[in-house]
């Protein structure tokens, strides 16, 4: 087969009637295209069949590539796995439920070429539950995650988007981090565009977002924040909050000696000694312990060059060019 142009990458979780549809719509997009590409099928440990759709297509098609995870973990993971293999100049993830449209990859490449790092499909007109999906994405999107990151994007959540894989390859993913790769692609000096694309409603199986991954999103905006702004001097992250719990220890004590001089006040029972002593050595370490136990993790993770999920077999893959955990 020769290089692929386009990698095209799907999360699959126990969608096996969209599969069939959905492949059919990406050949005759990219066929039209006149692109040459490849399609990485990431199996995150379904269960209704999907493996044994994907094994014939493969079998009989050798752009389609497998990737099958030892057991579900997230979408995530099925993206990062199919992002280490890709072997195209751009990627594009796509849901393989059928909601997100293979017609919209024209447009997408559209823009790259005009000099994009990173086009973001945006769902303006959304085919999904208001008050479960919608409103939390326009919340998440609006009030939080476009104003922490600094990356202004209606749709966040949108999985259809179009890679230079030069800058993707950069980035290992965890938690629900695919969704906040913009900010990456822009720290790292990209250009971030984007592009509205067409949502259809769900014709088959039934929806795997929950408000849970909402939550999520917003912790591992934390890190996200973190690792933009500090990730090369976290001692100016940390060491403000420190100095202000050093100094507001510093104002207890004095208080303590105030009375202590003044009143004649016991110096070791009194309660603003004890608030002092509790600053000075507590000040911010629960509340940061989080990030640290983040950076320690993907030092880990990166330092080995292992992934946080464990792959059971590959179809149409070179062994040697993922490695096996």
Not at 168 to 181: A, N, P, T
Request: proline letters at 4%; glycine letters at 8%.
């Amino acid at each position: 087969m020769d290089r692929p142009y386009v990698s095209i990458v799907l999360p699959v979780f126990n969608e096996v009637e969209s599969l069939d549809p959905l492949f059919d719509e990406i050949e005759q997009v990219m066929t039209g295209l006149g692109r040459t590409f490849e399609v990485i099928c990431c199996d995150d440990g379904s269960t209704d069949g999907s493996k044994e759709k994907l094994l014939a297509r493969a079998s009989s098609d050798d752009r389609y590539r497998l990737i099958f995870l030892v057991r579900n973990y997230g979408q995530t993971a099925a993206l990062d796995a199919g992002f280490r293999v890709a072997e195209g100049e751009v990627i594009i993830p796509m849901d393989a439920d059928l909601q997100n449209d293979p017609a919209d990859i024209p447009k997408l490449l559209a823009r790259l070429e005009q000099g994009a790092d990173l086009v973001s499909g945006w769902r303006a007109s959304r085919k999904d539950a208001f008050l479960t999906k919608t409103l939390p994405s326009m919340i998440a999107n609006r009030l939080v995650v476009s104003r922490v990151t600094g990356v202004n994007l209606h749709d966040y959540g949108c999985t259809l988007k179009a890679y230079r894989a030069s800058f993707l390859k950069q980035f290992h993913l965890y938690g629900e981090m695919h969704r906040l790769i913009p900010a990456y692609v822009k720290w790292a000096g990209g250009v971030v565009v984007e592009e509205k694309v067409n949502h259809r409603a769900r014709t088959f199986g039934k929806s795997k977002y929950g408000l849970s991954k909402t939550f999520r999103l917003i912790l591992d905006l934390l890190t996200v924040r973190f690792l933009l702004g500090y990730s090369t001097k976290p001692l100016y992250f940390i060491g403000r909050y420190g100095l202000a719990a050093i100094g507001l220890g510093c104002l207890a004590l004095t208080w303590t000696i105030v009375k202590k001089i003044l009143w004649h006040y016991p110096l070791y029972t009194d309660p603003f000694f004890l608030v002092s002593i509790v600053l000075f050595l507590g000040g911010f370490q629960i509340l940061f312990s989080g990030l640290l136990a983040e950076l320690s993790m993907r030092t880990y993770f990166e330092s080995r060059d292992r992934a946080p999920y464990m792959v059971a077999r590959t179809v149409n893959i070179e062994t040697d060019r993922f490695r096996m955990v």
